[in-house]
């Protein structure tokens, strides 16, 4: 079989119950991830958000800043614990404790661990959108049943963000490269409408944030918590869902090459 | 001898300046963007900005005693214990005419100087951004370096006790960032519960805070500064105090 073309890939399974079994000593640090995004609720969505008192939300009504800061700081969490776990971590396997090469050496082929990896990605993710999502529950925050969609939806999120992460990082050749991956993510949770509407923004730049995936991102989970359903949200889900289809795919296809010679 | 310490720092820090620059430049800037001006409008059209300022020149200058509390915190930590522990350079330093007193000065003055490294960069995004307007203003470089202070020299007694790194993950998120988030930086600490304002006065974080801030807003009574600036010598006193004692022990065994 050439090296250009990907088998379908069913032992995916394999590779999460790897990297389970890595972090059974060190779940504490997986779990305590979920400390910073609820940190950030109180401190930004509930400290400044005194101060901010109401928003005003695509359809005419307003809601308070807490209930609009909430559903970013979900996206955001996923976000963070996907890319985290695809650009950190299995660089890490990949340079250093070459787990890859011991991976593929079993039945488990490049593209069942490419796969593996990134669903274990969106895993620690998920993880984090749902412990927000109950925090929200029970701070009052969620405005809308249409919030029961708000957990697929981050689960979205986090596959972009993971397969984003993983493709990327077949392009790293060090730490430091790395470091500029972050450089760009903080820049990209800060300005994707996650503490204030792009309404604030002159238009050419709003255009601009419109078309970043966090933004996408933030735009569908906030749609959904706050009851602001359109159309538009079918958008975002396309995005997200294309971004992370070619993410995985150039993932595995480097990946593949790199590690069949 | 403690000079030669610092120098040390510096040989190393010269390769790595740029990206520890870049940080420093960007983090603020962003920071200021989207917290100061962007959400900042928010602010100052629900309640007309914070006792009486702009938002964005209430921010800040709270941001700026954050930073150094954080930079400070991360100094203390995986370099010193890669010191120690990693790449015994300290060993190495013990073996030549210094001593653990020298290595710990050297140390502290190394902090020192990269906090006002920080502090000033942070100054000028600042002033870009039109907030720290007066020569005065320039006083919260030291400021906020003392802050860092505050910070730094406890918790080179801590790492000077630990045997791995995975404490210091913990310090960070339990620590430090609900100190930077929740500890007057963003908004009044008086909008917290009363018994967390107590916690929170408690730490030198408040005082770094309202130290710089009085000094870039100009409102700063005297009297209030001197005890800020007790609080702060305090923690950084204390600090050298415990380190010693414990890094001759895990030096010197």
């Known amino acids: 079989m050439s090296v250009r073309t990907l088998r379908i890939p069913t032992r995916s399974v394999r590779m999460i119950e790897r990297n389970a079994m890595a972090f059974r ?31 005003p939300i695509g359809d005419g009504h307003t809601v308070s800043y807490a209930v609009f ?32 090469e011991a991976v593929i050496s079993t039945p488990v082929g490049v593209e069942d ?90 238009p050419a730049l709003r255009l601009l944030v419109e078309w970043t995936p966090l933004y996408r991102g933030i735009d569908l989970v906030r749609g959904l918590t706050t009851g602001g359903v359109g159309p538009g949200l079918l958008g975002d889900v396309a995005y997200l869902a294309v971004m992370g289809l070619i993410g995985v795919t150039i993932a595995a296809l480097r990946l593949r090459s790199r590690l069949l010679k | 001898m403690a000079v030669r310490v ?29 917290m ?33 509390m954080q930079a400070a915190a991360f100094e203390c930590m995986y370099p010193i214990l890669a010191k120690i522990l990693w790449d015994r350079i300290y060993d190495a330093m013990l073996a030549t005419r210094l001593s653990v007193r020298d290595v710990i000065a050297g140390e502290v003055a190394w902090v020192a100087l990269r ?30 370096a003392l802050n860092g ?20 993950s913990t310090i960070f998120r339990f620590v430090i960032t609900p100190l930077y988030l929740l500890g007057g930086a963003f908004f009044p600490i008086s909008s917290l519960p009363g018994a967390l304002q107590a916690v929170a006065w408690a730490t030198p974080l408040a005082h770094g805070v309202e130290l710089c801030r009085g ?20 923690y950084a006193i204390a600090g050298v105090v415990f380190v010693r004692p414990l890094l001759t022990k895990r030096l010197l065994k």
């Open chain 1, 25 to 55: 000593r060190n779940w504490m640090v997986i779990f305590s991830g979920f400390v910073e995004p609820v940190l950030y609720l109180l401190g930004i969505g509930f400290g400044i958000g005194s101060l901010v008192r109401t928003i």
């Open chain 1, 69 to 100: 800061v909430a559903p970013a700081l979900m996206a955001s969490s996923a976000m963070n614990g996907a890319i985290y776990e695809s650009t950190f971590n299995l660089f890490y396997k990949l340079r250093y404790a070459r787990t890859f």
């Open chain 1, 113 to 202: 661990a490419t796969l593996g990896e990134v669903m274990w990605a969106i895993g620690r993710g998920s993880l984090y959108s749902v412990g927000f999502v109950i925090v929200m529950l029970a701070l009052g925050l969620v405005a809308s049943p249409w919030a029961i969609l708000a957990v697929p939806a981050s689960i979205l999120v986090g596959f972009a963000f993971a397969a984003l992460g993983a493709a990327l990082t077949t392009f790293v050749r060090q730490w430091q490269d790395l470091d500029i991956i972050q450089l760009a993510l903080q820049p990209m949770f800060l300005f994707s409408a996650t503490f204030f509407p792009v309404t604030v923004y002159p």
């Open chain 2, 6 to 34: 610092v120098e040390h720092n510096v040989v190393v820090f010269r390769r790595l300046w740029r990206g520890y620059i870049m940080v420093s430049f960007f983090t603020p800037l962003f920071f200021l963007a989207s």
């Open chain 2, 36 to 68: 100061g001006l962007g959400l900042g409008s928010l602010v100052n059209r629900g309640s007309g900005g914070v006792g009486g300022v702009p938002y964005i020149d209430y921010l800040a200058p709270g941001l700026l005693a954050a930073t150094t």
């Open chain 2, 115 to 144: 906090m006002l490294m920080v502090a000033t960069i942070f100054w000028v995004v600042m002033a870009a951004f039109g907030v720290a307007h007066t020569f005065e203003s320039l006083l919260v470089i030291p400021a906020a």
């Open chain 2, 149 to 168: 202070l505050a910070f730094a020299t406890p918790i080179m007694a801590f790492t000077a006790t630990q045997r791995n790194d995975n404490a210091f």
């Open chain 2, 215 to 234: 000094l870039v807003l100009g409102d700063l009574v005297p009297a209030q500064a001197v005890l800020h600036l007790t609080v702060l010598l305090a």
